[in-house]
C-alpha cells in the first residue's frame, strides 16, 4: 500500500477528540492524502494546517464545493453524523463516518440507501472491531483454529463517564451515555468475533447512578447468536477499578500506563472549572499532542472460547490456549487504527468490500438500541437488521 | 474460638474428594472433633482411622445409632444428600451439608422443615461464600465503603468439566454438570455481596458441546436483585484457558500453581484407563495429600461496583479502589475453609443464627434451576424462594 498506489484525497469533518486519536494513523498512512479539513472552530482549524498543510473550512458544504477530495472522514458529535454524511454522500464522496453512525436505526437506513444511490462507499469506524488483534482472533478463529465457537466473554470498566462531556454526551436521547459511545465497540468487536448474526438481546443497564450525569454509564447484556452461540458483555464506565489493569496496565489507546501515578478522569474533573473548555482543549491541538500508541488500541478483556481451543486479546495480539498449553500469536503493528484506513483505501481503490460498511454498523447501533429496549421492558429484545 | 470452649463431636458421611477438600481445616480447627465417619470404601475408611483416630462405619445409620457426636457433615454424592441429612436430623444431630444442599427443590424445603422440626441446625456449605476475602468484601460493604452497590461481575474458567467424573456427575438430571456444582457456589458469593433477594434470572447454558460430557459446560447470566441491581455471571468448565491466571495463578483451592508447567485436567484424562477409579483415587487419601492452601480459596474474577468505589476480590483479600486509588485490604488466613466450620462452631454452641442456612442454601439452589429454566424458555425466569 505504498503511495504509488495513489493516495485517498482525503477531507475531514471535526477536529475534535475523535479526530485527534485517529491523526496520527491518518498521517503516516501512505494510502491516504488529508487534504482538507471542515471545523467551526479556529484553533483546531489553525492546528490542523499546521500539521497536514492543507485547507481548512468552517463548514462541511463548504469544504465539498472548493476542496479536491473523494473522501470524508466524519469525526463530528454523533448528532452531526447524518446530516454530515448525507451532505457528503450527495457530493458523491466515499463516507467513513464514527461509531455510532447515527442514533435512529432509521436515520442509518437511509444513509445506507443514499450510499447505495450514489454508488460511494460508506464505512463505520474506528471501532475496536478494526483493532489488529481483534483482526488476527477473527483469522485464527476462520482457520479452525479453535474449532466452533461457543462462548465469547467481554468486560471492561473505565471512567468514560468522568472523562469531559458536553451536554449531548450525557443525555441518551442524543447519543450520549456509554450505550451508544462505548457499547457499540464491545458489540461491534464482540460480532466480528462470533463471524454470525445476533438474534436476541437481554440487557440491564445502570443508569443515572450519578444525578449529575443522567445518562447510562454501565450496563451487563446477553446476546444469543445464531447456532447457540451466545455472548456476555458488561462495561462500567463508573468504574473506580481501571479495567487496563487487566490488559498489563495498557490505555485502551494503546498507550502505558502507571497505574498508581496516572491522575483518574474522575479526579482531573474536580479540579477544572469549565467541563465544556476542557472538553475542547481535548480536541486537535498539533500531532505531537495526540496520544501515541506503542501497541494495538483494546477494550478490555475479551474471551472466545471454542470446542477445541480459546482465544485472549491482548493488546499486543491473541493467546491461544489449547490442550497443548498456550500459543502467542502477534498482530503486526504500524500504528493504532492503520487497519481503518487500509480498509478505506482498499474500499475505494481496489473496491474490497469493507466488513465494517452501512449494514454493520446499522446491526452494531440496534443492538445498542434493543440494550435500552431490554432494560425498559425488563425482557428480551430480538432484532432484525443482522443479515444485511 | 480455643478448645475450651467444648469443640463439636463431628462424624462425616462420605469420605471422597469433598471431604478431602475440607480435612485440613477440619483437622487444624480447635472449636472441631471429628470422631467418626461412614464410608463405604475401606480404603478410605482406613485413611480415616489413621488421620482422625476415630471409628468408622459403612453406613450413616450406624454411625449415627453408635458414635457419640453432635453433627454430621455430609459430604456424599449430591444425590445423597436429601436421605442423609433428613438420616442425620432424625437422629437430633445438626448438620453441615455440602453445596448444593440438594436437586429437586421440593427436596430442600422438606430438609428445611425436618430441621426446624427436629430444632437441629441446617448449614450448607463449604461454598465459596465462605471464603475469607467473600466474608471481608461483605463487611467493606456493610461498612458503607463504596456506598450503593449497584452491578456485580463474576467470571472464571477452568476445565471442570474434564477432571474425573461418575456419570451421575455427568447427568444434570442427578445434579451433574457445571449449573448445581460451580454456578451454585459463583451465586452464593454473588448473593452474599449483593445482600438483598434476588429476584430474576436470564442465562444461556452451554450444554453437550462435548458428546462424551453430555451436561451443562458453561453458562452466562444476568441476576436482577431488589434496588435495581443487577449481577452478570459467567463461567466455562470446558475452558482451555485456565481462570487462576487471572488470580495471580492461585488455584481455586489456594494453592500456588505454574501455569506453563502444570498438567491440566484434559491432558491428565487422556491418560487415565479407568475414570472411575481416578475418581476414586481422589477421595481421603491421607492428611499430608490433601491439598493445602497458602491463600484463601476463590472462584475467579469478582468484582463489586459502587457508587463510592469498586471491590475486586483476591485470594487474599480485597482491594477497594477509589477516588484516593487502590487500597488493599487483607483477609486474615488460617486454613482454608475453616470460616465453615466457625460457623458451624458458632451456630451448635453460641446459637448464632448462620448466613448459609437450609433458605439460604434452597435460594441459591432455584437461581441454579432458574439457570436451566432460562435456557430452556430462552426467556426470563422469575424467582420465589429468595425472602426466607
Chains 1, 2 share one sequence.
Request: hydrophobic share 40%.
Amino acid at each position: 500500500m505504498s503511495s504509488t498506489y495513489n493516495p485517498i484525497r482525503l477531507g475531514v469533518v471535526g477536529l475534535g477528540r475523535a479526530f485527534a486519536l485517529s491523526a496520527p494513523a491518518i498521517s503516516s498512512h501512505s494510502g491516504i492524502d488529508l487534504v482538507a479539513a471542515a471545523e467551526p472552530n479556529r484553533a483546531h482549524r489553525e492546528a490542523f494546517t499546521k500539521a497536514f498543510h492543507g485547507d481548512t473550512y468552517a463548514d462541511i458544504q463548504t469544504m465539498l464545493d472548493e476542496a479536491d477530495i473523494e473522501a470524508v472522514y466524519i469525526s463530528t458529535p454523533h448528532g452531526l453524523h447524518k446530516e454530515h454524511a448525507l451532505t457528503a454522500i450527495e457530493a458523491g464522496k466515499h463516507v467513513l463516518v464514527e461509531k455510532p453512525m447515527t442514533i435512529p436505526l432509521a436515520d442509518a437506513t437511509e444513509m445506507i440507501k443514499a450510499a447505495e444511490q450514489a454508488g460511494v462507499t460508506l464505512i463505520v469506524g474506528p471501532s475496536h472491531s478494526f483493532d489488529g488483534p481483534v483482526a488476527l482472533a477473527e483469522k485464527l478463529i476462520k482457520s479452525g483454529e479453535i474449532g466452533r465457537v461457543r462462548m465469547i466473554h467481554a468486560f471492561y470498566a473505565t471512567d468514560f463517564l468522568y472523562r469531559p462531556r458536553t451536554s449531548a454526551e450525557l443525555s441518551t436521547d442524543l447519543g450520549g451515555g456509554v450505550v451508544f459511545s462505548q457499547a457499540v465497540h464491545q458489540v461491534d468487536l464482540v460480532r466480528r468475533l462470533a463471524g454470525k448474526p445476533a438474534q436476541r438481546v437481554t440487557a440491564r443497564t445502570g443508569g443515572a447512578w450519578d444525578s449529575e450525569r443522567p445518562t447510562e454509564g454501565a450496563y451487563s447484556m446477553l446476546i444469543d447468536f445464531e447456532d447457540e452461540l451466545f455472548a456476555s458483555l458488561t462495561y462500567s464506565g463508573y468504574a473506580h477499578f481501571d479495567g487496563d489493569r487487566l490488559m498489563g496496565d495498557i490505555s485502551e489507546l494503546g498507550t502505558p500506563k502507571s497505574p498508581d501515578t496516572g491522575e483518574t478522569a474522575r479526579q482531573k474533573l474536580t479540579t477544572v472549572a469549565n467541563e465544556a473548555d476542557f472538553k475542547t482543549s481535548r480536541g486537535f491541538v498539533s500531532l505531537e499532542s495526540c496520544p501515541k500508541a506503542d501497541t494495538h488500541e483494546h477494550f478490555g478483556q475479551v474471551f472466545v472460547f471454542g470446542d477445541l481451543g480459546d482465544l485472549r486479546l491482548t493488546p499486543t495480539g491473541v493467546e491461544v490456549h489449547n490442550i497443548k498449553g498456550c500459543a502467542f500469536h502477534e498482530a503486526p503493528f504500524r500504528t493504532s487504527r492503520a487497519e481503518v484506513f487500509d480498509t478505506l483505501f482498499e474500499a475505494v481503490r481496489n473496491r474490497v468490500l469493507p466488513l465494517q460498511d452501512g449494514y454493520w454498523g446499522r446491526a452494531s447501533l440496534e443492538i445498542c438500541h434493543a440494550l435500552l429496549a431490554s432494560e425498559a421492558s425488563k425482557d428480551t429484545t430480538s432484532l432484525s437488521h443482522q443479515h444485511n
